[in-house]
């Protein structure tokens, strides 16, 4: 009975409870892959409860380091069936999520592992050519994994630069979780703005989160938060290892992979999983009184449980990005232009999105006044250049009857007809056969403006 009693404990039956929640994840997306539910993405057959294939990938990657040490180092015969049984529809769907975060994340906890494990010492020059090799592997892998999906790693790269422009400028106070997407895209509105032509207006996009949490937690709550974050799985791993728990430091390792290279604190799923890993390493640790254990647990929960709610205020606010932006274009309809800017103003705040601009842009228009118009679609341009809409809206400005100006419109227009936007669409086109049109009958007509 004893000999039980010390095989079942607090960072067990964690683990346990991980293993069974990943079994159900697992299920979930072989059940979408053989079409007998449905996926919560249209483009994609399985992502499980989860709305995007990536974050999937990476769920099911952390867990698949939990299971490979289980499967090496438990005592206990169900745990190491439950984690065969894991690794066997994990492995199963991993290859077609394509999430090369996740692959990594897993690659890294199970290199620990397995190192962990086997104690694989090295000395000399055996250490040396291991730590060349390594580097080298590594440099192989990586340039595979980006010319795998070439222009998403180009984005990826540079909206971690982005991010870090960001956080450099908030690095001390932070800005508040509901603003670090508008704070993100004033930031690449500024570098396009003073970086024309640049090669990296082809993938930027409108982004909602800086793909990199330790970026996103330092940009909402500066150095100290970032500090707190980074802290708190370093001493659980720490815990964990001193205690020979290699499944949960293998999967705290692997967890700090997917927030290096993705978004997992969006969802809770992954905020439940992060606490769990750093209690039960807590838990698993040899401390001088027992109370210190259960303090540090405490801790974890204390900072995970405001964690969810974030998690479920920046789901409303991304809502509310929506919300506020139908707020503001009817308002609009109703011809309270004034009133609509202040509204919009506050979209600005929390989300990247240039068509909060676009229309700020249209009620100054409306109001009169060309100057903070031209001002607002140019903003809208620079934090997105391939996208058509602001230019077009610039061009349409400069023949506005009360200030028509065909020489400048002309001077812009061929440059406006010239964009490849990103994604072709009925839209684009016919806003290009549109400024043709008008181009033409300027130069062919010789009318000074065209109503």
């Known amino acids: 009975m004893s000999k039980i009693n010390r095989n079942i404990n607090a960072p067990s039956v964690i683990l346990a409870l991980i293993l069974c929640f990943g079994l159900w994840e697992c299920g979930t997306g072989i059940l979408q892959t053989f079409g007998f539910i449905a996926s919560r993405h249209s483009l994609y057959s399985a992502t499980g409860t989860f709305y995007n294939p990536g974050p999937y990938c990476a769920f099911l990657s952390i867990i698949i380091v939990i299971a490979a040490g289980c499967i090496i180092s438990a005592k206990n015969r169900i745990m190491v069936w439950i984690s065969w049984l894991y690794l066997t529809g994990a492995v199963f769907l991993l290859p077609g999520l394509m999430g090369r975060t996740g ?70 106070t932070g800005i508040g979780w509901d603003n670090v997407s508008g704070a993100i895209g004033l930031t690449q509105e500024n570098y396009f703005a003073n970086h024309p ?55 705290l390792i692997a967890s700090g992979v997917v927030c290096f290279a993705s978004y997992p604190l969006q969802f809770s799923e992954f905020i439940a999983l992060f606490g769990a890993l750093c209690i039960a390493g807590f838990m698993s640790g040899n401390y001088p009184a027992k109370w210190m254990k259960y303090s540090f647990s405490a801790l974890t929960l204390c900072l995970c449980l405001p964690a969810m709610f974030i998690y479920h205020g920046n789901t409303l606010s991304a809502q509310n990005h929506r919300l506020v932006f139908d707020y503001g274009k009817s308002l609009r309809e109703r011809g309270l232009y004034e009133k609509s800017n202040e509204v919009l103003q506050q979209g600005v705040r929390i989300s990247s999105d240039p068509m909060f601009l676009n229309l700020i842009g249209r009620n100054w228009q409306s109001l009169g006044s060309r100057d903070s118009a031209a001002h607002y679609f140019d903003r809208a341009a620079n934090r997105l250049p391939g996208r058509l809409y602001p230019h077009y809206l610039k061009c349409k400005l400069l023949l506005d009857p009360r200030w028509c100006d065909p020489d400048s419109f002309l001077a812009v227009c061929d440059r406006v007809i010239e964009i490849r936007p990103k994604i072709e669409s009925p839209a684009t086109r016919d806003m290009k056969s549109e400024l043709k049109a008008l181009r033409d009958s300027i130069i062919n007509i010789k009318e000074p403006c065209i109503k």
């Open 103 to 172: 692959w990594i994340a897993a690659a890294a906890g199970c290199i620990y592992i397995f190192a962990s494990v086997y104690r694989i010492n090295l000395s000399g020059r055996r250490k040396v050519a291991a730590v060349i090799s390594g580097v080298v592997l590594l440099a192989i892998i990586c340039c595979g994994l980006f010319f795998l999906k070439p222009e998403s790693a180009t984005g990826r790269l540079f909206l971690w630069k982005i991010g870090a422009m960001t956080f450099a400028d908030h690095f001390f």
């Open 197 to 251: 032509g640049s090669a990296y207006e082809s993938v930027a996009g409108c982004p909602e989160y800086a793909f990199n949490e330790y970026l996103q937690i330092g940009i909402a709550f500066g150095v100290i938060g970032l500090l707190i974050f980074v802290s708190l799985p370093a001493c659980a791993a720490y815990c964990a290892q001193k205690a020979r728990q290699f499944s949960i430091t293998g999967a």
